[in-house]
């Protein structure tokens, strides 16, 4: 099965499919730090200037604001890099807006290793972890354009705050218009008995490539994608854990406290099977372009295709002794 | 609603009452608690009073009306001077109180929604302008011009960056539906806020950022009113309005007056009853406590070890 790539980056389809939500959901806001032309936020203060709040380079103020306009009755997306919304503000998300539930769709652009050329300061591998790890908190990764754009649709009916995260890609093309997306729903894109891949956003791609190189050397991968990391489809995860015995997760995130780590919360519990994490270890993501920083990190479908085969041998000595 | 420009002796003596209860019920509540911030509590007291007898358009039966004005308790520290005051205006029976600190009762920081007529979830100071600035402009957006956004901050709160960021957002989005009051009361947790971080001169800061400023004695019943009145129907003029209100900190208890120790601390049920009897001096009263008031017991983490061994 051969990938194709879409033409139209994500972050253009998230401008697209708020101005989409913005017709049909008067009430809807999108809030911006000075990022527009960036996250695509433009296409909606095109559309809807007066539904477009400009913050200014001031992030905390951003989601104060957000907060505020919120609690009114507001469904306000405020949009800044993930490294900002995450890092830099993460009290203001906690105090102002997890914590009393409020109505805040947030939306990190540049997420993982997208920020490229910017450099650590501006790639963010924390920001599954930091937003997982409040209350109340959604959290997704969408793996194409055709899952984003369901995930916004799917957050304008369910209150409460989300995290979700627009990777600056041009990503695989991995469903149909008619994708469904659900919090907590994950999905098999191919079955297998040896070991299961399971990514998130468009790393799932690598998974895909990587199960395809094991299939020629005799190796069965299932493939699962899960862009909803909170809640998690603890199902599919105990179906992959009790159908392959060895998991290994791939993501655009460093291995603590993401996906890897919200995969063996659920396998630690219910299903003790070998687990491993690829993704960023204790490091940074450093400036260059995507392909230079997959490759360099090891995060290729060769080097997946790599760890799979060692965690298989792992799990065969293990079940022989 | 009261004329705020020439009120009524009635009124200021109402307010007069309500600023006494609540000192005596934030005694009474932080004692049973163990814990509190009686010192930012007391400065504003007379704020308070005011803001809930009749600068507010707010209607205890009715706390959630759209044509409301929103308080934002920006330094949500001073929650049992909210409360107390909330409940003496008939937000809530006064018995809710006792429930401060408690597992399911009232925060000891504010929460939005957990008792009515608390707008926001605060505690971590700085945060409150940028979400009454939000609220603002949510006002704005819903074509509601009569409300109004009234946000209390505290002096040591204006050494966040955030109230700068703010600052500049409403005066840029011209939200002069939105009226900051600063309870001036020169003391922070630890030392005077003119030691450990200075805030002067708030005046020139304001005006430099495009806000229309006004100063009145944040303990003058009367002040407080005309202050309100010009913030609230005078000064309309495309800029928000900040209230320099100048109050001390600890304000009717000698002993805590701009004294830093009473920022947060909680008087044993014998100081409690020495402090009522300061109050009943400085304000010519003679009430008492509405209970016996007894000091928490928490055994902590010995206790529960120890008690699940015993089994």
């Known amino acids: 099965m051969k990938l194709s790539y879409s033409k139209i980056p994500l972050r253009e389809i998230f401008g697209e499919t708020l101005v989409e939500l913005g017709a049909a959901h008067p009430r809807l806001l999108v809030l911006d730090a000075d990022l527009n032309t960036s996250s695509r936020t433009v296409l909606f203060k095109q559309r809807y200037p007066d539904r477009f709040v400009q913050c200014g380079i001031a992030e905390a103020n951003l989601f104060g604001l957000a907060a505020g306009l919120a609690a009114q009755g507001f469904t306000v997306f405020p949009s800044t890099f993930a490294a900002f919304a995450t890092r830099k503000a993460l009290d203001q998300v906690y105090v102002n807006i997890a914590y009393p539930q409020l109505d805040v769709k947030i939306a990190g652009s540049y997420c993982g290793m997208t920020a490229t050329e910017c450099g650590p300061s501006h790639n963010c591998a924390e920001d599954l972890a930091v937003m997982r790890s409040l209350p109340h908190v959604k959290v997704c990764d969408p793996g194409d354009n055709h899952e984003l754009r369901a995930m916004m649709h799917a957050m304008m009916v369910t209150p409460g705050p989300v995290y979700f995260r627009v990777a600056k890609v041009n990503a695989p093309e991995l469903f149909g218009a008619d994708h469904k997306f659900e919090f907590g729903r994950g999905h098999l894109l191919r079955e297998g008995r040896d070991v299961a891949l399971v990514g998130t956003g468009f790393m799932t791609a690598i998974a895909l490539g990587a199960a395809e190189l094991l299939d020629r050397e005799g190796i069965s991968a299932a493939v699962a994608h899960l862009p909803s990391i909170k809640p998690i489809d603890e199902q599919l995860i105990g179906k992959l854990a009790r159908e392959t015995g060895a998991l290994l997760t791939i993501e655009n995130h460093r291995i603590h406290g993401g996906l890897g780590g919200a995969v063996a919360e659920v396998t630690a519990r219910d299903y003790p099977v070998h687990v491993e994490a690829m993704g960023l270890g204790d490091t940074v993501f450093e400036a260059a372009p995507l392909q230079d920083l997959l490759r360099h990190y090891e995060l290729t479908p060769c080097a997946m295709a790599a760890r799979a085969r060692a965690l298989v041998q792992r799990k065969r000595r293990a079940s022989a002794a | ?311």
């Open chain 2, 1 to 311: 609603m009261p004329c705020l420009k020439h009120p009524d002796p009635a009124l200021l003596r109402a307010f007069t009452d309500c600023a006494f209860h609540t000192r005596r019920l934030c005694l009474e509540l932080i004692t049973q608690a163990g814990w509190g911030h009686l010192g930012g509590s007391f400065s504003a007291a007379e704020l308070l009073a005011c803001l809930y007898g009749g600068i507010l358009t707010i209607d205890p039966r009715a706390p959630g009306d759209p044509l409301r004005d929103r308080f934002i308790l920006s330094k949500a520290h001073a929650s049992p001077a909210l409360y107390a005051t909330l409940a003496l205006r008939g937000f809530f029976p006064i018995e809710r109180l006792f429930t401060y600190c408690r597992l399911d009762g009232l925060d000891g920081h504010t929460q939005r929604g957990q008792c009515p007529g608390i707008e926001y979830s605060g505690g971590s100071l700085g945060t409150g302008l940028s979400y009454a600035a939000g609220t603002a402009l949510a006002l704005r957006l819903e074509e509601n011009f009569g409300s109004r956004v009234v946000c209390l901050l505290g002096d040591g709160e204006c050494n966040e960056g955030q109230i700068w960021e703010a600052a500049m957002s409403a005066a840029h989005h011209r939200l002069d539906n939105l009226i900051a009051v600063i309870d001036y009361n020169k003391v922070m947790a630890k030392g005077k806020t003119s030691d450990l971080m200075s805030v002067a001169p708030l005046r020139d800061k304001f005006a430099a950022f495009g806000w229309t400023v006004l100063a009145c004695d944040g303990h003058d019943l009367a002040e407080i009113c005309l202050a309100f009145h010009r913030a609230k129907y005078l000064e309309m003029n495309g800029r928000p309005v900040v209230i320099i209100a100048h109050t001390v900190k600890g304000r009717g208890l000698p002993a805590a007056e701009f004294n830093y120790h009473w920022h947060t601390h909680a008087p044993t049920p014998a100081q409690a009853e020495g402090f009522l009897a300061d109050l009943n001096r400085t304000y010519g009263r003679a009430e008492k406590f509405s209970r016996a008031l007894v000091a928490p017991t928490d055994g902590g983490l010995e206790a529960v070890i120890t008690a699940d061994l015993a089994l």
